[in-house]
């Protein structure tokens, strides 16, 4: 068995992937204390909401005034989702947006056209004109995203070429400057564990000093096992959602209440039970999964926000 690691890193995305992909309009002050309770928990990076075309989604359309209602947290980086320039802009503009740096890349046309409306190649020369937009206002690339790493519902399989490939596109264009962090997302749910091992390897051969971060959805139930599979390989950098919460709107799944994102919660309490530190309160972070239930208005997909934390049950039995 490999060693795990000491410490994993947990961002997450509940409040702005969480909340784009339901239907509904959720009130902002309800937002806004699930964000707080998700900050209070332990979390060090919380992303917000996302700076997109209202019309396309309408859930974000209030991010400015999101920002201006959260009651910042000291230590807890609050980020944002842009895709084009105008958005940018309108997070530059917000007060207590944390900024940072992306470049996100695609491996199949048909879903970089519905996601970004063009092409794999077209995405690749936008990326390169966000590096010199990023310099301009000194914003440094933290992060290099490589979509639809495993698979895509339109295209089938995605060869591991393909993946390496915009990783070494990426890499030429930040060349020179701070080594970014390189995620791998499963945007669609296609990964298996060893599929998860196969590509952590190949990233890391290809770039042996960056760390790998990991964008997991838990679509058809492997996201667990998908999670334990790459702590094995040494990853220690996941995007998360709370209580599960989270998809992708341009996915094109049967259902938007299937399951998002992996867990927060429940990949914690997986963390804790194997001697894996993550500096966050379990019990707090279970109370704002229940609170976002709450707020969804239906049972929503995570396991230890009904089972409940396990030190609990010992603590019981002593």
């Known amino acids: 068995m490999n060693a795990l690691p000491k410490f ?23 937002r806004v204390k699930l964000i707080e309770m998700l900050a209070e928990s332990g979390l060090k990076q919380v992303q917000v909401g996302s700076f997109v075309n209202p019309r396309a989604v309408p859930q974000m359309a209030d991010t ?24 940018f802009e309108k997070a530059l ?4 947006v944390d900024l940072d740096g992306k470049i996100l890349f695609y491996t199949t046309d048909v879903f970089s056209v519905r996601n970004n409306n063009c092409s794999v190649a077209e995405n690749q020369q936008r990326q390169a004109e966000w590096m010199k937009l990023y310099a301009q206002h000194n914003v440094p690339v933290e992060t ?4 639809t790493a495993f698979g895509c519902n339109f295209q089938g399989v995605v060869p591991l070429s393909a993946v390496l490939d915009q990783f070494k596109f990426a890499l030429d264009l930040c060349r020179g ?4 962090q390189l995620y791998l997302a499963d945007t669609m749910g296609w990964a298996n564990p060893e599929s998860i091992k196969e590509r952590i390897a190949a990233v890391r051969e290809l770039a042996p000093a960056a760390r790998i971060g990991l964008h997991l959805h838990d679509t058809r139930g492997l996201g667990p096992a998908n999670f334990y599979a790459a702590l094995e390989a040494g990853v220690d950098l996941f995007d998360s959602s709370v209580a599960g919460l989270g998809g992708c709107p341009f996915a094109s799944h049967a259902a938007h209440t299937a399951a998002g994102n ?19 309160d379990l019990d707090k972070l279970i109370a704002a999964s229940q609170f976002a239930e709450q707020v969804i208005g239906r049972t ?8 409940g934390n396990l030190e609990k049950y010992r603590k019981k039995a002593a």
């Open 300 to 307: 929503l997909n995570g396991k230890v926000m009904h089972g």
């Open 93 to 96: 503009a917000t007060p207590g």
């Open 177 to 180: 400057g701070k080594l970014p």
């Open 262 to 280: 992996i867990c927060t919660e429940d990949m914690v309490l997986m963390c804790q039970e194997m001697g894996v530190a993550t500096g966050i």
């Open 8 to 30: 994993v890193e947990f961002h997450e995305e509940g409040p702005r992937e969480g909340f784009q992909i339901e239907k509904q309009i959720y009130p902002l002050e309800q």
């Open 64 to 87: 400015e005034q999101l920002f201006a209602a959260i009651k910042k947290r000291p230590g807890v980086r609050y980020t944002a989702l842009w895709l084009n320039q105008k958005g």
């Open 144 to 147: 290099v995203y490589v979509m």
